[in-house]
């Protein structure tokens, strides 16, 4: 599946709301790091059935980030029947996203 932009517009609908679990990367196109793990979340989302994927860029979406307490990008979070359940801050490698995804 492909990854959704997620803004507070469909943040409820799209994560919290989801019968799936869904990992959400949040991000900012100046971040080198996030530039990095952009393509391995992208891949990532394009095998799972499982698990939804969503960004929200923190730069356009201050208020999910902090209700989420991002200090440091880029940043997955895991929602799980709309709770944060984990998180994990900075670049990982793709196997290491794939387990992050599973809970």
Do not use: H
Not at 4 to 30: H, M, R
Not at 46 to 55: N, Q
Not at 84 to 96: H, T
């Amino acid at each position: 599946m492909s990854v959704k932009v997620l803004n507070k517009d469909n943040f409820e609908e799209n994560v919290l709301k989801s019968e799936k679990p869904v990992v959400v990367d949040f991000w900012a196109p100046w971040c080198g790091p996030c530039k990095m793990l952009s393509p391995v979340v992208d891949q990532v989302a394009e095998e799972s059935d499982e698990v939804l994927f969503g960004k929200v860029n923190v730069d356009d979406e201050k208020e999910l980030a902090s209700r989420y307490g991002i200090m440091s990008i880029p940043a997955l979070v895991l929602f799980k029947d709309g709770k944060a359940v984990d998180s994990m801050v900075g670049f990982r490698p793709k196997e290491r996203v794939v387990q992050f995804s599973k809970g």
